[in-house]
């Protein structure tokens, strides 16, 4: 009898305990976060896709990184003409780099240079003159590779920068595997050859890498001067100047047909967006003025600047377990120049709350529209409340683990 009261009188101690600490342990323990739903965001434009044409291969990107804007035609490398020069000089710029005003290092010319001009010129490739000590300035060079596309100082800067033609190949190699251009080859420096072979989506981000360099933009907008102008070097790049368009390479070999290497600026409110692209394969100059033409008309209608997505927008809900629900909108009208092509895709992440007062901060949304992304703040739209005290007295399952796993963790 005696372990039978002794045992009634532990289990009512137990009990008395339970029923002291069920109270306060329900009432003090972290309520469960909202559950979160994200809404389909529809707005009413589709905006102005890029016109791309369907010959040749064609790609466009607004930055080196990332995927490229639109593309179209032939997607498989494809050789790339006197684009290849373009690559040749990031190379030696990388390995020789020079101010964006100044002069660089000195280039001597050769016997050996002089042979590469007459062997060009007997071929009927294109040549700039040279003599046997001539003294030509690194940008004089540079001007003669970029704007005279000339094939034989292309030879000559290579064969400078890395002591021959073949150990800048395999330097070229290695840059391009740096800079992740995977369909990108080349086994010499003019492009020339029909193994000199890229896509256009890798050749666009060329583009923006070569607009980001500092010396090239200059070489390429800069009056030829000095020794170039003197043997006839000619901005052969220039081209749709009128139209916001900065030629990089416009080349043309039987293997590549007509290929043009370019930026684009748009202006809009005052604000400006530029793009980079590559068209290669062109089969005629008239094919490239109308595909260039189409491409900057549609740039113009579908570049705009102004909110990402409107304020207020709502792209999610918040319900909590005790029946509260708020609705999560955007807060700030993030404003951006950029190419509206389509309908933007909204992604929210939040890092959980149970309680929010109206116009706090509860989550973002990571707005992605083409390549352009932005992260805009999330807030929500009404208060949500604190459940009364018989929600929680009667969720012990959930609100008592949750108690003591502040304390020793989940």
């Avoid at 976060?33 to 010959?55: C, F, I, K, Q, R």
């Avoid at 890798?202 to 001067?225: C, K, Y």
């Avoid at 220039?238 to 368009?245: I, K, T």
């Avoid at 999610?316 to 955007?330: D, L, M, Q, Y």
Wanted: hydrophobic residues 45%.
């Amino acid at each position: 009898m005696r372990v039978l009261r002794g045992f009634g009188i532990f289990a009512g101690v137990l009990v008395i305990l339970a029923v002291g600490l069920y109270g306060p342990v329900t009432l003090l323990a972290p309520l469960p976060d909202a559950d979160m739903s994200v809404h389909h965001v529809e707005l009413d434009s589709t905006g102005t896709p890029p016109a791309l044409p369907e010959v040749g291969a064609t790609a466009i990107a607004d930055s080196a990184e990332g995927p490229v804007l639109a593309q179209s035609g032939e997607s498989e490398p494809v050789p790339m003409a006197g684009i290849a020069k373009v690559l040749m000089a990031l190379v030696v710029l990388d390995a020789k780099p020079m101010t964006p005003e100044g002069d660089g290092e000195t280039v001597p010319i050769t016997s050996r240079d002089f042979l590469r001009y007459n062997d060009y010129q007997d071929a009927g490739a294109r040549a700039v003159t040279v003599y046997t000590d001539d003294t030509w300035s690194q940008r004089a060079v540079l001007q003669a590779v970029l704007l005279g596309s000339s094939n034989n100082h292309a030879d000559t800067l290579a064969a400078w920068a890395f002591g021959s033609v073949d150990e800048y190949v395999d330097a070229a190699t290695a840059w391009l595997d740096d800079a992740g251009l995977d369909d990108t080859s080349v086994v010499d420096a003019t492009g020339l050859s029909a193994d000199d072979v890229s896509t256009a989506s890798d050749l666009s981000r060329l583009a923006a890498l070569a607009m980001a360099n500092p010396v090239i933009p200059t070489v390429l907008t800069q009056e030829v001067s000095g020794i170039a102008k003197t043997r006839g070097v000619e901005n052969t790049t220039a081209y749709m100047a009128d139209r916001g368009v900065t030629g990089i390479s416009r080349s043309f070999t039987t293997q590549a047909g007509i290929c043009l290497l370019f930026a684009a600026t748009v202006t809009v409110d005052d604000a400006e967006y530029t793009f980079y692209g590559a068209l290669i394969r062109m089969p005629d100059w008239n094919s490239l003025d109308h595909a260039m033409d189409a491409l900057m008309s549609s740039a113009e209608k579908g570049v705009h600047t102004g909110p990402v997505l409107p304020a207020d927008t709502p792209v999610a809900t918040f319900t909590t377990p005790w029946g509260e629900k708020a609705t999560g909108v955007i807060g700030s009208s993030a404003t951006a120049t950029r190419w509206v092509s389509g309908r933007p895709s909204v992604q929210v992440k939040t890092d959980g709350f149970a309680l929010a007062t109206q116009g706090d901060i509860v989550a973002t949304a990571t707005v992605s529209e083409g390549t352009s992304v932005v992260e805009i703040p999330v807030k929500i739209d009404s208060t949500i409340q604190s459940p009364d005290v018989l929600w929680k007295l009667g969720h012990p399952f959930t609100l008592i683990p949750a108690f003591f796993g502040q304390f020793f963790g989940d």
